[in-house]
């Protein structure tokens, strides 16, 4: 069997997850990786990867190189990119492509060009819970879909460094929501109005943020979404979505740490979610970084494109628009 030559760059918190994920495949040779951090780099040594690369140049060049997995920070998204793509080798790139709609509008141009692949980093999409939900919907078990709600909170907020360069938190923690928003009900999103405050910390709001939104959004069709955000739930990592329509109603609810539950006479206590996203989304990221490996082998269609990328970045601009003017804002506002 040809296996499919590719390199890693990047070997944090989310790296080191598609690097196990793809050393799991059979199908798949990691060629290489790349990260100025000794300490990632011993780690895919450990890991039985032979070659590492000073810079992403190094690794990118190399001729038998067939795919590249980008998760390096965000602000190097572009330009990796863009030069995997010249260089005709297919991409799978961490969210988001960059935080400049124009740049990412720029960076797609390069990708269509060059007619390779480029598959963006919405995990959720892969997980079974919420694949659930998109299968009884589009087998038409809850009618016409009117509201979908969507839970997102994670257990606490990010350094206040990670914060200063993320483009705020509808950049890097709801632009998953509002790509689940779209996925869900394959619908395109019109319109977007904000409230939001900093509940939390103050020291997030002195870096421009907020950890604590409500949003609300109009489909083309004139159907809603209904997103809740927060940056610190004290209970785990809480994940759920919720579509009412015409039929009935679907319920993705969290997946917790095991099922047992204990009954006494003051109630019944059962465990609490997942901590936070590598452990709730382990097999989705499993299933995720397989189905980009099937697309380039198999020629099967990428399920979440750069223009994915792109329409989440452009709700999530408009979802600061909407919060710095108080007021509903069209996505087309945004160009
Ligand atoms: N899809 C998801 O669930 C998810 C989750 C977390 C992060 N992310 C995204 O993944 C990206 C990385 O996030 P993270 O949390 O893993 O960050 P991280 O800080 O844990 O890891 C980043 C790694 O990249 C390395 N690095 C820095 N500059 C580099 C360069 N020029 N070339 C190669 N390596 C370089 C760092 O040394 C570090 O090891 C971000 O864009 C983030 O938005 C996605």
């Known amino acids: 069997m040809k296996k499919l030559k590719i390199g890693v760059a990047g070997l944090g918190r989310i790296g080191k997850i598609h690097l196990n994920n793809l050393l799991q495949l059979n199908n798949v040779e990691v060629i290489g990786v790349t990260d100025p951090a000794p300490e990632a780099l011993e780690y895919s040594i450990d890991k039985g990867v032979k070659n590492t690369y000073e810079t992403f140049n190094d690794l990118v060049t190399v001729d038998r190189l067939d795919a590249v997995v980008i998760s390096t920070p965000t602000h190097t998204h572009a330009n990796y990119v863009e030069t995997s793509a010249r260089l005709g080798k297919h991409i799978f790139c961490e969210k988001p492509l960059d935080l400049n709609i124009q740049r990412v509008k720029d960076v797609l141009k390069v990708v269509d060009k060059s007619k390779v692949k480029l598959m963006i980093g919405f995990n959720r999409r892969f997980d ?19 509201v979908v709600k969507i839970t997102s909170r994670d257990p606490s907020p990010p350094p206040l460094d990670y914060i200063k360069n993320s483009g705020g938190i509808f950049l890097d923690m709801t632009i998953h929501d ?119 082998t198999k020629g099967i269609p990428i399920s979440v494109s750069g223009n994915d990328g792109l329409k989440s970045l452009q709700i999530g601009l408009a979802a600061k628009k909407s919060l710095a003017e108080n007021r509903p804002v069209k996505i087309n506002e945004i160009e």
């Not at 079974?128 to 009117?146: A, Q």
């Not at 990221?285 to 980009?292: D, L, P, R, S």
Request: hydrophobic residues 40%; aromatic residues 10%.
């Open 128 to 146: 079974n819970e919420f694949r659930k939900v998109k299968d009884s919907i589009n087998n038409g078990e809850i009618g016409d879909p009117h």
């Open 178 to 296: 509002f790509d689940m928003a779209r996925f869900i009900v394959d619908k395109e999103i019109d319109e977007i109005y904000v409230k939001g405050e900093a509940l939390i910390d103050e020291k997030i709001k002195k870096e421009g943020d907020i950890d604590t939104a409500v949003i609300i959004m109009k489909y083309v069709d004139s159907s809603m979404a209904v997103i809740d955000n927060s940056r610190k739930a004290v209970y785990g990592y809480d994940q759920r979505i919720e579509v009412f329509g015409s039929k009935g109603m679907i319920q993705a609810n969290n997946v917790k740490v095991d099922n047992s539950k204990l009954y006494n006479q003051n109630g019944t206590i059962s465990s609490l979610p997942m901590d936070f996203f590598l452990e709730r989304y382990m097999e989705a990221y499993k299933i995720e970084i397989k189905h980009f490996v099937d697309s380039v």
